[in-house]
């Protein structure tokens, strides 16, 4: 095994470059507005806010609801809403989340609901507007 010879180095000016960057105290450029929603994007987050969206991993229902209101009302919040559905067996409810600006009106939503009756005749099912509970999410 030789050794390598000696390489030769550049005149040192007696700075050092991480200290003097360090005491610039240059921040870093700011993401565009591009970036920022195309990483919001892919992480399933509100680009304003950096909060997880419902469909993200992190979105978390735990303390559902956070606040309550009726269809026909005004929004207090914004943010993602679901709507809560009463304990009935003649609902066919399914899981509706919506996103709602403060100020905006609570909708109503379309309800099916079934009706058993005696054989022979085939269930009884309606669908018609109804006044429902929205509740805030997280």
């Given at each position: 095994i030789?050794?390598l010879p000696?390489?030769k180095?550049?005149?040192w000016?007696?700075?050092l470059?991480?200290?003097?960057a360090r005491?610039?105290n240059?921040p870093?450029?700011?993401?565009t507005?591009a970036l920022?929603n195309?990483l919001?994007?892919?992480m399933?987050l509100?680009?304003?806010t ?13 303390n559902?609801p956070?606040?309550?209101c ?10 993602y809403w679901?709507?809560?559905w009463?304990?009935?067996l003649a609902?066919r409810w399914k899981?509706?989340?919506r ?6 009106t ?5 309800v ?8 022979p005749l085939?269930e009884k099912?309606?669908?018609r ?8 999410l997280g």
């Amino acid at each position: 095994i030789l050794p390598l010879p000696p390489a030769k180095l550049p005149a040192w000016d007696g700075k050092l470059q991480w200290l003097e960057a360090r005491l610039a105290n240059v921040p870093p450029p700011k993401p565009t507005e591009a970036l920022i929603n195309q990483l919001a994007k892919a992480m399933v987050l509100d680009p304003a806010t950096g909060k997880p969206m419902p469909g993200s991993p992190a979105f978390s229902q735990a303390n559902f609801p956070v606040r309550i209101c009726y269809s026909g009302e005004t929004c207090p919040e914004t943010g993602y809403w679901k709507i809560i559905w009463p304990n009935d067996l003649a609902i066919r409810w399914k899981e509706v989340i919506r996103h709602f600006e403060q100020g905006e009106t609570m909708p109503v939503h379309q309800v099916e609901r079934t009706y058993p009756r005696p054989w022979p005749l085939s269930e009884k099912i309606t669908l018609r507007d109804e006044a429902v509970e929205w509740g805030l999410l997280g």
